[in-house]
């Protein structure tokens, strides 16, 4: 089993519909991420998970609500997105400090209509 | 602010050739965290290599290498004897203490054969 999942790997929708992009990790991690990447734009990080709890919120718009249910789990719903919302999402993991090493899975690609 | 410059955008060898990645990382900060990732065309972030600012030793691994330095910030990557499988994008990171990965804009190789 791979370090980091994600599915689906390919996701389109429209703006008014409700999706969800999950991450599961298999390597007794305590804390994960969500990255977006953009065609123009570096990896930027949007929520940061501890032990289950939320503790970085990168100034992500509302419509993108993280939920993290367990140290394994970690998921993303979309809602009413815009196009420019297209990009690359990237899960990671690390063991548990905020400097611990980040593992990242392969990412789920977004198109927004 | 910390801030992660990868200045070539794009490097283009023939297999075989040694080829060295730039990076530049900056910050305030005296105790801070560097990494590479390989990006592959299947879109997962593979994690390559860390160092800690304590610790200016070079490391080898393989046909890899890396040079850090600090005086001038800089923390190079060197492939030897490419491959064609070398392809991909590679990013350099850097960590402070805002416990926060910030990504530099990549470097795509390309490795004709």
């Known amino acids: 089993e791979t370090g980091v999942t994600q599915t689906p790997r390919h996701l389109v929708m429209g703006m008014t519909n409700k999706k969800s992009l999950k991450c599961e990790q298999h390597?007794?991690?305590?804390?994960m991420y969500w990255y977006k990447q953009s065609a123009k734009k570096p990896l930027e990080l949007m929520f940061v998970?501890?032990?289950?709890?939320?503790?970085e919120n990168n100034s992500v718009p509302s419509r993108f609500s993280p939920e993290c249910p367990n140290s394994s789990h970690l998921f993303l719903h979309l809602h009413t997105l815009q196009p420019e919302d297209s990009a690359l999402y990237l899960c990671?993991?690390?063991?548990?400090?905020?400097?611990?090493?980040?593992?990242f899975g392969p990412g789920t690609r977004l198109t927004v209509l | 602010a910390q801030k992660v410059t990868q200045a070539q955008t794009e490097i283009s060898v023939v297999e075989k050739e040694d080829v060295t990645l730039d990076c530049v990382y900056e910050t305030r900060d005296t105790t801070y965290y560097l990494f590479w990732y390989k990006q592959p065309p299947s879109g997962e972030l593979v994690f390559l290599i860390r160092?800690?600012?304590?610790?200016?030793q070079n490391e080898i691994s393989g046909r890899y290498s890396w040079n850090f330095q600090k005086s001038t910030s800089s923390f190079n990557f060197t492939i030897t004897a490419s491959q064609v499988v070398d392809s991909a994008v590679y990013f350099c990171?850097?960590?402070?203490?805002?416990?926060?990965?910030?990504f530099g804009s990549g470097t795509r190789l390309l490795v004709r054969p």
């Open positions: 998970y501890s032990l289950e709890e939320r503790v």
């Open positions: 990171a850097g960590m402070d203490s805002s416990y926060k990965l910030i």
């Open positions: 990671a993991s690390s063991q548990g400090g905020t400097t611990d090493t980040q593992y």
């Open positions: 160092r800690n600012s304590f610790d200016e």
């Open positions: 390597l007794g991690h305590n804390a």
